[in-house]
């Protein structure tokens, strides 16, 4: 308990941090990115790692520059330049390691999960002057660069790039086969999947990674910590309120559940009186809150709860 309330009081910090890497003009990621590292470094060095992203989009320009690369060959010497040089790789052996997930964790092994590799990816290309931007495609985080040449691959002048992978160029076959592997067979793709990630998506889907891995790895602490991040990206994510409602009533902070998932039946669309739809468990084996659907009956019985045991505290 004296853990979590640790982390409660420096979330506040964290935060705020992660505010003001959201509210900086353009689309840096890397600040964001160290902000959210905070949850388990407290102290991290932050200028340290930007040094270390702005030395190697230096060395990357200066190679790309010299040797006057645009759109394929710019992404290919950019691939042998953090693949084969600086020895970046997708941790397949690891893959749920959370410090897969830490962009400090991920410049110091030199391995990570596809999104925290594209964070890299990409700002070491804007710095080098090629351009990349992020891709939410479902399961998989990709990247997508420009070039003239790739015209016909997906009816635009773009190259779908795998950052987990090596940097490999991926057809249209591939993205399909891809959707297919993480969502089903019921998926139909689109190639509107492969539109061009903002900044906001991009570190929401950090945090909503990271979030479902502490929830597995039944750290509700830290779990409960990336909520409040959340709900500082994105202060009308209903889902992440009312997940920080059910994450605070497993940890018996029972005022703090109480207001959220208040906060969350008052708001929805849906009734309050939880009169509508049908379940919605805090299993806490399974709790994927944002996956769930979004019904209110559940709530609002442990509203009902919350109340009892709130008010007999009084």
């Known amino acids: 308990m004296k853990y979590a309330l640790h982390l409660q009081s420096r979330s506040v910090q964290v935060a705020a941090d992660l505010e003001r890497a959201m509210d900086a003009p353009g689309e840096e990621l890397a600040p964001a990115a160290l902000a959210i590292a905070r949850v388990e470094y407290p102290s991290l060095d932050t200028a340290a790692y930007l040094g270390a992203i702005e030395r190697m989009g230096d060395d990357a320009a200066g190679k790309i520059s010299r040797a006057g690369a645009r759109g394929r060959d710019a992404i290919g010497m950019l691939n042998e330049y953090l693949y084969d040089e600086q020895r970046f790789t997708g941790n397949r052996d690891r893959y749920e390691d959370p410090r897969n997930s830490f962009?400090?964790?991920?410049?110091?092994?030199?391995?990570?999960?596809?999104?925290?590799?594209?964070?890299?990816?990409?700002?070491?290309?804007?710095?080098?002057?090629?351009?990349?931007?992020?891709?939410?495609?479902?399961?998989?985080?990709?990247?997508?660069?420009?070039?003239?040449?790739?015209?016909?691959?997906?009816?635009?002048?773009?190259?779908?790039?795998?950052?987990?992978?090596?940097?490999?160029?991926?057809?249209?076959?591939?993205?399909?086969?891809?959707?297919?592997?993480?969502?089903?067979?019921?998926?139909?793709?689109?190639?509107e999947l492969l539109e061009p990630a903002t900044r906001h998506e991009i570190v929401v889907r950090m945090l909503v990674n990271l979030k479902r891995l502490y929830v597995r790895m039944r750290s509700f602490p830290q779990a409960r910590f990336v909520a409040d991040l959340l709900l500082t990206v994105d202060p009308t994510a209903l889902s992440e309120l009312r997940d920080r409602g059910l994450l605070a009533y497993h940890l018996q902070d029972f005022s703090a559940a109480l207001r959220d998932l208040e906060a969350y039946l008052r708001l929805s669309p849906r009734q309050a009186d939880g009169t509508s739809g049908a379940d919605e468990e805090f299993d806490e084996d399974e709790f994927e809150g944002s996956e769930r659907q979004d019904d209110g009956t559940q709530v609002w019985e442990h509203v009902k709860n919350l109340r009892k045991r709130v008010a007999g505290f009084n």
Not at 130 to 139: E, Q
Not at 140 to 164: Q, T, W, Y
């Open 103 to 191: 962009l400090n964790e991920v410049l110091d092994r030199r391995t990570g999960i596809p999104i925290s590799l594209a964070v890299i990816y990409l700002e070491v290309a804007r710095r080098a002057g090629v351009d990349v931007t992020g891709v939410n495609f479902p399961g998989h985080f990709l990247l997508r660069a420009a070039d003239e040449s790739a015209r016909l691959r997906f009816g635009g002048n773009f190259l779908i790039v795998d950052p987990f992978h090596g940097g490999a160029l991926l057809s249209e076959g591939d993205c399909r086969e891809m959707l297919r592997q993480h969502v089903g067979d019921e998926a139909a793709f689109d190639r």
